[in-house]
């Protein structure tokens, strides 16, 4: 166990330890550059792997990109338009009407129990339900961590390469990542593991062990639990940690004009600090703070987004003419038709996080005694993150963008940020500090959601104990006042790199266990239709 952890932990560190140990290295430069420097090789190098390109039409389309698409289509096709079929009792699932008196028992485990003790006794009726959060808190626990700076800067890098098209492309690849979505999260719960105390342990991980060894695969399953673990401890550092921190600290001390040199580590100490006192209280402190902290960055917002476009109302014509011409333009500008789905399709997989299996993590930790029950839960994610959350930016940009005053397509946005908070101020005077606090809140719960993702990895690595849970922890706290202290491009990429590895193994158990999900849902629908409120 000990020589597993120093290996990881040897293999994450190495390229700062080598910038320290270079003798080319000079004081000029500073310790960004340096770190930079040392990740650069692998980065381009593990990044050349994971988005490897094909060419379609004169565009470079990544490998990993069509698996998200491609996967999503089928499992949309497999069970039959979930993503409508589904809405219905999605919404009614997570509302709690089907959240009493279960008739049947999910055996997790070997360790699982008969009765479970809880500190939330308000969260439940039934205490024979296994699970630590309620539907609610599973769902804004995921939403927290796809929702995010893609929905407010990625938008915005989108429509600048792909015009406004690339929303019509960005909608509908967010409908399909629904269906996949409801895939790997009923997985989730299905082979979760639950300790004696009530600790739940889950996602892919575990239904990539224990499915495929039901399918007679048990050592390919093993090889993919272990891999989807290390990438995705990786990528909770980098792309779920440090990134965010980052931004936010880039975005609050631009905003406010601050120019102190320790600004961003003074920034990074409170934020650190913050998110050390939600996270020491593991994923039922996670989900008791998301439930509170996502809906009031949601509505703060998508409800100025909303009071932007009613002041531009006369123009929506005008932007979905523009959107709708675009998503089947033939413009050499932004790419052309296959352009301009590239660009929203990417968006979409990048930003929901469909198919990457992080989200099937958070899931798993809810109370239920029906698999397919979360799975309807997880629908609502893209359909929150993606159609509602990406339109509205996208559609503040279209509307005050429509004379090409700060944007022009088919050039990328060097700071998407930066475009869209231009996009707020241009109707609304002051809204950058709207702007600024749902960038430090998204961020913020960005970096909650995966530290529970990355700690779930770290302890399938390493096992269970108080140390493996605080070492991870303390070391996840470090990250924060690093990513805000200093620029780590090179660290960034690779740990997005990291990330999008994880799709790969997980595609592949989620295409082998698709019969399985389509049991649970049976199951579960048969429930909801007998179910009687008492």
Not at 4 to 31: E, H, N, V, Y
Not at 203 to 223: D, Q, T
Not at 405 to 414: E, H, K, L, N, S
Not at 449 to 463: D, I
Request: hydrophobic fraction near 50%; charge should be neutral; glycine fraction near 12%.
């Amino acid at each position: 166990m000990k020589q597993r952890l120093t290996l990881l932990l040897f293999t994450l560190l190495s390229p700062i330890i080598a910038f320290c140990q270079d003798p080319d290295s000079t004081a000029s430069k500073g310790i960004d550059e340096r770190i930079n420097e040392a990740f650069e090789p692998i980065s381009q190098a593990v990044g050349g792997v994971v988005f490897y390109s094909i060419s379609i039409a004169g565009n470079s389309i990544p490998i990993v990109l069509i698996i998200l698409i491609g996967s999503a289509l089928f499992f949309t096709l497999y069970f039959k338009f979930p993503n409508i079929r589904y809405l219905g009792l999605a919404i009614k699932t997570v509302r709690g009407d089907y959240y009493e008196a279960p008739t049947e028992k999910i055996v997790a485990s070997d360790h699982s129990r008969e009765n479970i003790s809880d500190d939330m006794p308000d969260t439940i009726r039934d205490e024979s339900i296994e699970g630590e959060v309620t539907p609610f808190q599973a769902l804004t626990a995921a939403l927290s961590a796809t929702v995010g700076l893609g929905n407010i800067a990625g938008v915005a890098v989108a429509l600048s390469l792909g015009g406004p098209g690339a929303t019509f492309w960005m909608i509908l690849a967010g409908l399909l990542g629904m269906a996949t979505k409801f895939t790997e999260c009923t997985l989730g719960v299905k082979y979760r593991d639950i300790d004696a105390d009530g600790t739940v342990h889950g996602g892919p991980m575990y239904y990539l062990s224990k499915g495929l060894k039901e399918k007679g695969l048990g050592g390919l399953g093993k090889v993919f639990a272990v891999f989807f673990a290390i990438m995705c401890v990786g990528g909770s550092f980098g792309g779920g940690n440090m990134f965010q921190a980052n931004q936010a600290a880039a975005q609050f001390i631009g905003t406010f004009g601050i120019q102190s040199s320790s600004a961003g580590f003074i920034f990074g100490l409170i934020v650190a600090l913050l998110v050390g006192v939600v996270i020491i209280g593991g994923i039922k402190r996670i989900g008791q703070v998301t439930e509170k902290v996502v809906p009031f960055m949601a509505v703060l917002y998508v409800g100025t987004a909303l009071i932007i476009i009613f002041i531009n109302i006369s123009l929506i014509p005008e932007a979905f003419g523009a959107i709708f011409a675009g998503a089947f333009s033939t413009s050499a500008v932004t790419g052309g038709f296959v352009g301009v789905l590239i660009q929203g399709f990417k968006r979409a997989a990048f930003s929901n996080e469909a198919g990457v299996g992080s989200a099937a993590i958070a899931h798993s930790a809810v109370r239920t005694s029906h698999a397919a029950s979360e799975g309807m839960v997880a629908l609502l994610e893209p359909f929150i993150d993606t159609v509602v959350i990406c339109t509205m930016t996208a559609l503040v940009l279209i509307i005050t963008n429509i004379d090409g005053g700060f944007m022009t397509y088919g050039v990328a946005a060097p700071d998407g940020v930066g475009v869209t908070s231009e996009a707020f101020e241009t109707t609304i005077s002051g809204s950058k500090y709207i702007l600024t606090l749902a960038v430090i809140l998204f961020a913020f719960s960005t970096m909650l959601s995966w530290s529970y993702y990355g700690l779930q990895a770290w302890k399938y690595l390493f096992g269970k104990s108080k140390a493996s849970d605080l070492t991870y922890k303390i070391l996840f706290c470090i990250f924060v006042v690093i990513g805000a202290s200093i620029s780590l491009g090179a660290v960034v990429d690779f740990s997005d790199a990291m990330i999008f590895a994880m799709v790969f193994p997980n595609v592949i158990g989620l295409l082998i266990l698709a019969p399985v999900v389509k049991e649970e849902v049976a199951k579960y629908v048969a429930f909801t239709k007998s179910y009687k409120k008492e």
